[in-house]
């Protein structure tokens, strides 16, 4: 084995069975009440507390640990304008031109259309790139391997530590999403990954009357 330089690991913290249940039963109570929402306050969002979610994001596992993920996070009304205008041009192709029909009719209950004032309304927008390669000194390309899976993980973290603060959310996922590059000035070896609305619930705020899978449909035991 090579010689590979390590530290004590001390960050376990041993709980008795029960604990554990506890904890993991509350947590998914907690979880549980997720929702994506559409409809948003304008109330402002502390930034300590946005900080603290993306920290939590940045403690993601990552290939090789080369935490291949960028977050940017917009608050400038003008800037949250310009990508609410290249989203909505991107969404009206998708559902004008793009979009097969049998996926048109899946996302009709939900009610969603190419038209997206959460862009504006919400305090926050989190754009989450994810890098694909390295530039050496010699400007050579270096891939980073499991790059979407590990910015997917991240991304996952991100969005259960905004619920776990008290905030909500809305994944989206604009195609194709390069207008973000061109917006937030980042490089072209970062691809957009995901789009993160965070903010506060509107008092008026709906969400669809949908289920989630029963456990026995998304577990097997072997």
């Known amino acids: 084995m090579k010689n590979i330089k390590t530290i ?8 008795s069975e029960d604990e554990m249940i506890e904890r ?33 994001a940045g ?8 935490q291949p993920w960028h977050f940017v996070v917009v608050s400038n009304p003008e800037t949250k304008k310009r990508i609410r205008e290249g989203a909505e041009k991107e969404e009206r192709e998708f559902y004008d031109k793009r979009a097969p029909k ?16 959460f862009w504006e309304t919400a305090p926050y927008l989190i754009a989450i790139f994810a890098r694909r390669y390295e530039l050496t000194a010699d400007s050579k390309q270096t891939k980073i391997y499991y790059s979407q899976e590990s910015v997917g993980i991240a991304t996952g973290l991100l969005i259960t530590a905004i619920h ?21 000035k ?5 691809k957009p990954f995901l789009i993160l609305v ?12 949908i289920k989630r899978k029963k456990l026995e449909e998304i577990i097997s035991r072997l």
């Open 8 to 15: 004590p690991f001390a960050g376990f913290v041993k709980l």
């Open 24 to 56: 993991s039963q509350e947590f998914y109570n907690l979880l549980n009440k997720r929702r994506t929402i559409r409809q948003f306050s304008e109330k402002q969002v502390p930034f300590e507390l946005i900080k603290n979610c993306i920290k939590t």
């Open 59 to 66: 403690t993601a596992p990552s290939g090789a640990n080369l």
């Open 102 to 117: 049998e996926w048109l009719d899946i996302l009709e209950p939900l009610g969603t259309d190419a038209n997206k004032p």
């Open 164 to 184: 776990n603060a008290g905030l909500v959310s809305l994944t989206h996922t604009p195609s194709p999403m390069g207008f973000l590059n061109r917006i937030l």
């Open 186 to 190: 980042r490089p072209q070896n970062e």
């Open 198 to 209: 965070v903010g506060y619930p509107a008092e008026s705020a709906e969400v669809p009357d």
